[in-house]
C-alpha cells in the first residue's frame, strides 16, 4: 500500500509533469504572431529606408545634372552622357557608380529631357490632371515593384519616387 501512495505523489507532482497539448499549441501560436509582427515591421523599415535613399539619390544626380549644364551650357540628353556620380548606396556609404545608376531596388533611375521633346512633352509624367510633373526633366525611380506609367494616378506609378515642381518635391508618388 505505501507502494502505491508513493507512487500516486511522484505522478501527480508537478516537477515531473510535462507540457500538454494545448499549453504547447499556444506557445507556438504566439511565437508565430510574434514572428509575424517582427517580420512586418522589418519590412516596412526596409522600404521606408529604400525609400529614403531613392530621394536622396535623385537629389544627388539633380547636383549631378546642375553641374553638368554648368559644364556643357545644356542638360543631359540621357544619364549616360554623365561621368560617373558618388550616390549612397544600401548602407548609406557613397559609392561611385557609372551609368546606369541603379536605385536600392537594383532599377535604373529614368531620366527624361524636355529640351529633346516635341511641343507639348507627350512623354513627360503626369499628375492626375495631366499637367505635367516638371518644366524642366523627369528624373524618377520606378519604385520597389520595378513598374511605371507616365500617369501618376494609374497603380503601376504609385510607388515611384519622383521629382515634381522642378525639383521643390522629390518623394513617393501617393504623397504627391
Not at 106 to 134: H, I, Q
Request: aromatic letters at 10%; charged letters at 20%.
Amino acid at each position: 500500500m505505501d507502494l502505491h501512495r508513493v507512487a500516486q505523489k511522484i505522478k501527480g507532482s508537478p516537477r515531473n509533469r510535462g507540457f500538454t497539448l494545448v499549453e504547447i499549441l499556444i506557445s507556438v501560436v504566439i511565437i508565430g504572431i510574434l514572428a509575424a509582427i517582427a517580420t512586418t515591421a522589418y519590412t516596412n523599415y526596409i522600404d521606408r529606408s529604400f525609400v529614403k535613399l531613392s530621394i536622396r539619390n535623385i537629389q544627388i544626380l539633380e547636383q549631378a545634372i546642375k553641374a553638368f549644364e554648368f559644364e556643357n551650357m545644356r542638360k543631359p540628353n540621357s544619364l549616360n552622357e554623365m561621368g560617373p556620380v558618388e550616390l549612397l548606396g544600401a548602407n548609406g556609404k557613397s559609392i561611385t557608380q557609372s551609368s546606369p545608376f541603379l536605385d536600392p531596388y537594383g532599377n535604373a533611375y529614368r531620366y527624361l529631357n524636355f529640351a529633346n521633346e516635341p511641343p507639348g512633352w507627350p512623354n513627360c509624367r503626369t499628375d492626375m490632371v495631366d499637367k505635367p510633373l516638371s518644366l524642366d526633366y523627369d528624373l524618377y525611380s520606378m519604385g520597389a515593384d520595378g513598374l511605371t506609367h507616365k500617369k501618376l494616378n494609374m497603380s503601376v506609378s504609385q510607388d515611384d519616387i519622383v521629382r515634381a515642381r522642378s525639383g521643390k518635391f522629390v518623394d513617393l508618388a501617393t504623397k504627391y
